[in-house]
């Protein structure tokens, strides 16, 4: 045989198998892109089912502003009082915080039948709101949406993070802001344009079609393996997260819930300065946060666009809550990837600004002598300049100033008193504009904004991230052994 024939033959072959190495890979890169979008649906899914639960708590949460023109008139189907108002809206708050106390409590072998009570929870309240014969109903209507969402919404985040890998579930956590917020938006568009009885009845039927889906939620591993169908979760571990070893992945589960009950984070925080102090920092930012004014104009949005003589109010106030939604995706996304400190001084210091143009504005009733639109700018500006920072970031703190022993309680801390604070500074908002003018609340919030500003200057650290005793020893142990490595 000569060279040439060789060497043909030799081309022919390599030629033949490279096209058929590369037929394989190209077949396995299509599998591999065909489990993995498998896999993400069935991760991403079952978790936003289980997430609609926000949209009914944010069809009551915006109830307020659409309704309260309504039933504070005296020919309204159940007349309240202006003082009665802020104590309707706080029921909701009330029934936030109780539900709370009691979210990392499961009533069955997996999270997902918590979600199914509260929804449950949440149908009822509707229920009640729909047949409402005074201003009892009322207030039993919000506390019991308050209580349901309240405690589904840690079912949810359990679910959530049974269900997904850890980056999935950081995405997926934060857009629970995001349901609750449509929730809001919807009920500013519907309520301004439909009765209230009307109102209800949507809510009701939303509510039913997301307890439908509730029920039919898949199991997460960790409720297969609580029931004792280890096979059953090592395979559905396979499919969710089919990087790790089930097997491994199992047993990894079976620690964690042997260890869920141990430890208490109250007692860590108090026996540890350091976080002593951040409790304290995080609380009064949590308290600016609320007092510099956003809860009283989103529940009295339309009253105060009313009260400032601005034309067609209520179309006003529907813009206003879809500014209030995207910045607080903005604020969320966008705002947490700067330096929180100057975040914090910027919305702080613009929102100062914007409480000063609001008081001249209401003073010198410059919408009555010049410009009908004013308020409608100013407050556009400030809800957006709040939201994006002293409404975002201070949630944000829990993963920078405690250790994970401590995140979950502090989340439960956080609403609570999120919710407190926000029960409060309305009715005391209701208490002034009953009786003195519009503009005297707002120089209550103008002060309180300026004791953010110093409160955040002097208190907020640039740059700061809590590290336990054995975190600050590693890198002095690290060091000295690199010493030791260069004097040998």
């Given amino acids: 045989m000569t060279n040439w024939e060789q060497r043909a033959i030799t081309e022919n072959v390599t030629s033949t198998e490279t096209t058929y190495i590369f037929e394989v890979q190209e077949n396995n890169r299509l599998d591999n892109l065909r489990n993995n979008m498998k896999t993400g649906v069935w991760q991403i899914f079952p978790s936003v089912c289980a997430s609609l639960a926000g949209i009914p708590f944010g069809l009551m949460l915006g109830w307020p502003s659409p309704t309260y023109h309504t039933l504070l008139q005296s020919d309204s189907p159940i007349p309240i009082t202006l003082d009665q108002s802020a104590m309707v809206a706080g029921f909701l708050m009330l029934g936030m915080s109780f539900g709370t106390l009691w979210s990392s409590r499961q009533i069955g072998p997996g999270s997902k039948y918590g979600i199914v009570l509260g929804n449950v929870l949440v149908l009822v309240g509707w229920v009640i709101m729909w047949q409402s014969r005074d201003v009892f109903w009322l207030l039993g209507s919000r506390f ?32 629970l802001t995001f349901y609750a917020l449509t929730g809001f938006f919807l009920a500013f568009a519907i309520g301004t344009f439909i009765d209230f009885r009307r109102y209800s009845l949507i809510s009701l039927i939303i509510t039913v079609f997301i307890l439908f889906l509730a029920v039919f939620l898949p199991s997460t591993p960790k409720e297969l393996i609580k029931t004792k169908k280890l096979n059953d979760a090592k395979k559905l571990l396979a499919f969710l997260k089919p990087n790790l070893d089930p097997q491994q992945e199992t047993y ?19 026996r540890n300065r350091e976080l002593r102090n951040n409790f304290l920092r995080f609380s009064m930012s949590l308290f600016f946060q609320q007092y510099s004014g956003a809860p009283p104009t989103l529940v009295y949005t339309e009253v105060i666009f009313r009260e ?52 001249f504005v209401i003073y010198n009733k410059v919408n009555d002598k010049y410009f009908s639109y004013t308020t409608v700018i100013i407050m556009y500006l400030f809800i957006i300049f709040h939201t994006i920072g002293l409404g975002s970031i201070p949630f944000t703190f829990i993963s920078n100033w405690f250790p994970p022993s401590c995140q979950l309680f502090m989340t439960k801390y956080f609403t609570i008193l999120h919710c407190i604070f926000a029960l409060t500074i ?19 919030f103008l002060l ?38 260069d004097i040998k």
Avoid at 164 to 173: A, R
Avoid at 453 to 478: A, G, T, V
């Fill in 426 to 444: 309305t009715k005391v908002f209701q208490v002034l504009l009953g009786n003195f003018d519009l503009y005297i609340s707002f120089c209550l």
């Fill in 144 to 175: 019991t949406i308050g209580s349901g969402y309240g405690y589904a919404l840690g079912q949810i985040k359990c679910y959530i993070q049974e269900m997904t890998d850890k980056e999935m579930s950081v995405v997926l956590t934060k857009l």
């Fill in 252 to 270: 990894s589960i079976i620690e964690k819930m042997s260890r869920e009950r141990g430890g208490n984070a109250i007692a860590e925080i108090y």
């Fill in 308 to 359: 400032s003589h601005v034309p067609f109010p209520e179309y006003f106030a529907i813009v206003y809550a879809f500014l209030f939604l995207l910045a607080n995706i903005f604020g969320v996304y966008v705002s947490t990837k700067y330096n929180k400190r100057r975040v914090l001084i910027f919305s702080s210091c613009i929102t100062l600004f914007l409480y000063i143009c609001k008081i």
């Fill in 448 to 485: 309180l904004t300026l004791l953010a500003i110093i409160f955040i200057i002097i208190f907020i650290p640039s740059e700061y991230s809590y590290q336990s005793d054995i975190q600050k020893i590693k890198p002095n142990i690290n060091s000295d052994f690199v010493e030791k490595a």
